[in-house]
């Protein structure tokens, strides 16, 4: 028998079909290949897209714990004014309370209530320099509302390769006491303050005393007879003082700006005085940081006077301790409303009394 050549051929072989299958291999690798980075692809994709939802969800989560902690924080900052109490950890406790009630952890994570900053803003909604709202911070004079930052770390669902595990979501939010309406008078109490110094008190924080004899008009208190300006009148001028001041017998009655109103004279000082103290029951406030009970009274602004009259051309708001009120003495702070919304007519305290309304500015 002759042995096979080199040339000689296996049976059932050929060249072409051991190269077809050496191809299909190569093929089926690349198929393989393909597969794997479409199939990555299409896994990063749908991760990243889940993960933008998932931030998306929680940025509006955030976005709505934001607004109300600075709505809330800025009726604080409008009830510290008020009370003149200025307390910078009670408006910090009002923000976070809202932002945890909306959803913001406080279990000692990452996503913990500390995730929240906030810091306080003028009339116009400016952030004012160096004035945090947070155990080191302090109660700007000039405060009018917040501005409110919270961040939480989103995890997100993308492959272990792209290694993002969590993303950073911030949103934030101010919003701060406007003026609605012009000041009220009602109930404005029977003494009038010089425009000056009401304007020089407000702005220094100091103590005004209404019944000091620095601050007579031409010799005489400036106790006013508001009788003759329509409101209502028992009949007698030092019964009339004591009602004028208890803010309960004035009904429907107000006070105008630029109205002139005549001066009582002098011996009312005890009459007001019994109306205030009325008055600090009847309002029965929330004791202020002092423990002290309060009254907050409307006294008219005058700018400019006679030996009988002055001339009113606004309000002022005037924060008064029951124990601070005597026959003699009346001493009190004036406590500043929203910037702006004094009268159109007439010059008042530069933050003057008027309804308010907190909202957000952005």
Do not use: C
């Not at 191809?23 to 299409?42: C, D, K, N, Y």
């Not at 940081?289 to 009988?308: F, I, K, N």
């Amino acid at each position: 028998m002759g042995s096979r050549g080199e040339g000689a051929r296996v049976p059932g072989t050929s060249p072409r079909g051991h190269v077809k299958r050496i191809a299909r291999r190569h093929e089926s690798g690349q198929v393989l290949v393909v597969f794997a980075i479409v199939a990555t692809a299409m896994l990063a994709t749908i991760g990243l897209l889940y993960s933008f939802g998932l931030v998306l969800s929680q940025r509006r989560a955030l976005q709505t714990a934001v607004d109300a902690a600075s709505l809330g924080g800025s009726w604080q900052v409008l009830s510290e004014l008020e009370s003149d109490n200025r307390s910078n950890q009670a408006v910090l406790d009002r923000i976070v309370s809202y932002a945890v009630a909306n959803g913001v952890p406080s279990d000692g994570t990452e996503a913990d209530a500390t995730y929240v900053a906030a810091s306080y803003t003028d009339a116009a909604g400016s952030p004012i320099t160096g004035a945090t709202v947070g155990p080191s911070g302090t109660f700007p004079t000039n405060a009018r509302g917040v501005q409110v930052t919270i961040s939480a770390q989103v995890p997100t669902v993308l492959p272990g390769f792209v290694r993002i595990n969590q993303l950073l979501v911030q949103t934030s939010a101010t919003a701060s006491v406007r003026p609605t309406s012009p000041p009220s008078a009602l109930p404005v109490i029977p003494i009038a303050v010089l425009q000056s110094d009401a304007q020089a008190a407000l702005a220094g924080h100091a103590t005004y005393d209404l019944f000091a004899a620095s601050h007579f008009v031409s010799g005489q208190p400036p106790a006013l007879n508001l009788g003759a300006a329509g409101a209502p009148s028992t009949g007698t001028l030092a019964t009339d003082m004591q009602f004028w001041s208890d803010g309960q017998h004035e009904g429907s009655w107000q006070l105008a700006g630029g109205t002139s109103v005549s001066l009582a004279g002098d011996g009312y000082f005890p009459n007001i005085a019994s109306g205030l103290h009325d008055n600090v029951r009847r309002q029965a406030l929330p004791a202020d940081a002092s423990g002290a009970r309060y009254a907050l009274v409307s006294v008219p602004v005058y700018d400019t006077a006679t030996s009988s009259s002055v001339h009113v051309v606004g309000f002022a708001q005037l924060k008064l301790r029951d124990g601070d009120i005597s026959a003699s003495s009346a001493r009190g702070v004036f406590v500043p409303y929203a910037a702006g919304a004094g009268p159109s007519t007439g010059a008042s305290p530069s933050s003057d009394l008027g309804a308010a309304l907190v909202q957000l500015a952005s």
